[in-house]
């Protein structure tokens, strides 16, 4: 396994159907964990490749620490809204949940929630305490998590196959890649009908989202303990 750059380490949430989730460990043990949680934590937007490439909206993603009781210490609070719309209020609303994979040392899993009543929490992120929800205010996408794992510099991941269902314009189920750096993220989501026809998303690769938030304070220590491990792992 290659190693993570000590500096280093959404549109995530397929659109459609949902269903009615680890305890903080020692630094070392959840390090992958704790990495892709704060890459995934800031303010993020996709406006340099709208500009540059015709058929890319601009969107902007924001993503703040959360309280859920039950869902551990790594969730995020997450909003999309499309630059330069009609409405400012966000599109689509998440909760990420982070939990460590295995090799706990470089890998984790990312576990993506709905809002059972998403309006009543718009702009939560810009308030003076972190968001909190009820266990019962969130529903697990099930089958729509992402394992995460280390390949050089970034984290990698997708969905599994047919897994993530939905119903948005026509589709059965969704497949969602990922790729986390210090830069920011770029994720490719597509719909398929029953057929594998795609019935929506882009065709020619994903969506880059640039980093406009400065990476959290925790990220280099965190880093570090990612990158001597996977070092060792790949010797």
Not at 105 to 112: K, W
């Amino acid at each position: 396994m290659r190693s993570i750059p000590a500096a280093a380490l959404l549109v995530l949430g397929c659109a459609g159907s949902v269903a009615p989730a680890v305890a903080p460990s020692p630094a070392r043990p959840a390090g992958a964990a704790d990495v892709a949680y704060h890459l995934l934590e800031g303010r993020f937007d996709s406006a340099d490749q709208a500009r540059s490439s015709p058929g890319y909206p601009a969107f902007q993603v924001v993503a703040c620490p959360a309280e859920v009781p039950s869902l551990g210490p790594r969730v995020l609070y997450v909003e999309q809204t499309r630059v330069g719309g009609e409405k400012d209020e966000p599109y689509r609303q998440r909760v990420y949940v982070i939990e460590p994979g295995e090799p706990l040392e470089s890998a984790a899993v990312l576990r993506v929630f709905e809002l059972t009543v998403p309006g009543s929490s718009v702009g939560a992120c810009g308030g003076s305490v972190p968001p909190r929800f009820t266990r019962d205010e969130v529903m697990e996408r099930v089958g729509c998590a992402v394992p995460l794992h280390v390949d050089g510099t970034v984290f990698r991941g997708a969905t599994s196959g047919r897994s993530c269902p939905t119903t948005h314009q026509g589709a059965t189920y969704a497949m969602n890649e990922l790729v986390l750096d210090p830069a920011g993220f770029r994720s490719w989501e597509r719909g398929f009908d029953a057929a594998g026809a795609k019935r929506w998303g882009t065709d020619t690769g994903p969506y880059v989202f640039v980093r406009r938030t400065p990476l959290p304070l925790p990220m280099a220590s965190d880093a570090r303990t990612v990158t001597s491990d996977s070092a060792r792992a790949g010797r």
